[in-house]
């Protein structure tokens, strides 16, 4: 059984900083992608950001400079650290693994259950 367990979110004025963490759990061997992603009441979930197992990132326009992702493949957790929040940014957010593999088992595509992040004064 593997899963992707989120923390960090919460209420958040404009301008300030959270820190989210996905940790993925079970006999794990590898990820290749992890991600984030985020959606919004009335919108599509969309890419927030993502890094691979090596290191490369890539970042939604709207948050370059503003937010970073991290990981640590031997705790097969990824970070993302957001600042300079806005109230555009508010939605939930989710955790994505890419080919994680176990023994036996190649997940192609693996969700957390999602986080809350509220920007508001």
């Known amino acids: 059984q593997v899963r992707l367990v989120e923390s960090g979110g919460g209420l958040v004025q404009p301008g300030g900083s959270l820190r989210l963490s996905c940790a993925a759990s079970?006999?794990?061997?590898?990820?290749?992608?992890m991600g984030w992603y985020r959606q919004a009441p009335g919108n599509e979930r969309e890419l927030v950001a993502s890094i691979t197992s090596g290191g490369t990132t890539n970042y939604a326009d709207s948050v370059k400079g503003r937010f970073t992702i991290s990981r640590d493949n031997a705790k097969n957790t990824v970070y993302l650290q957001m600042n300079g929040l806005k109230p555009e940014d508010t939605a939930v957010y989710y955790c994505?693994?890419?080919?994680?593999?176990?023994?036996?088992?190649?997940?192609?595509?693996?969700w957390g259950q999602g986080t809350q992040v509220t920007v508001s004064s």
């Open positions: 994505h693994a890419d080919r994680l593999r176990t023994a036996t088992t190649i997940y192609r595509s693996s």
């Open positions: 079970g006999r794990i061997f590898s990820i290749d992608a």
